[in-house]
């Protein structure tokens, strides 16, 4: 398949709440700069990108176009309002992208540290398979639990992985699932999980434990000590 343009969509119309803060996750700072910034800086420079599109809410739309025009001078930006489920907002940002673009990711606002490499690598495989997820193997025993969450099976460690982002997917399919989820009222748990309702094909791309997402106070203080450390 030959190169394609890429859109890449950011939800970022979430609280703040499980980190105690009344700023949403995406627009809290860490030396001088949101967190937002730093996901965004992360695909500067990322081949074939022409496209970027945040979902947020209305309280920070103007400040997240601006965001937008600081870090993607030169390609096409769009600051959007997003939806009452993650779901939702993405499906309002699906609707700025042209129709020019063969590709589209979706990457959380609140994973400031996934790499390039594993982001073009993602990019190549969904290329060839039509979806690609950034994942790693699963670390701990999983457990499924049923009623007063009594363990009711212990499934094999060596088929589990825990899914990332950036999820990159065929326009025409990720349009199509959107369409599909809509249509029945089908509500993911994230974007691939559309993707298989529809029976596309969706690969896993080995990526690092470091693209993790900020959730909870620890995961921000990680996050300080990574960027004020580290740079």
Known sequence: MEKQQLALIIPAAGKGERVGSEIPKPYLKIADKTILEYTLSRFKGVSGLGEVIVSTSEKYLTITEELLKDVFPDI??????????????????????????????????????????????????????????????????????????????????????????????WAALFREAYDYAETNRFLGSDDSSLIEKIGGKVVLVEGSSKNFKITFPLDLQIAEYLITKEG
């Open 76 to 169: 096409t930006t769009h600051a959007v309002l997003g939806g009452e489920e993650r779901q939702d907002s993405i499906r309002n940002a699906l609707q700025m992208i042209s129709g020019k673009t063969g590709l589209i990711a979706v990457h959380d606002a609140v994973r400031p540290f996934v790499s390039k490499d594993d982001i073009e690598n993602c990019i190549s495989e969904a290329v060839l398979w039509g979806g690609a997820v950034l994942a790693m193997p699963a670390k701990d025993t999983i457990k499924v639990s049923g009623i007063d969450r009594e363990i009711v099976k212990t499934p094999d460690r060596d088929t589990l992985w825990q899914a990332q982002t950036p999820q990159i997917f």
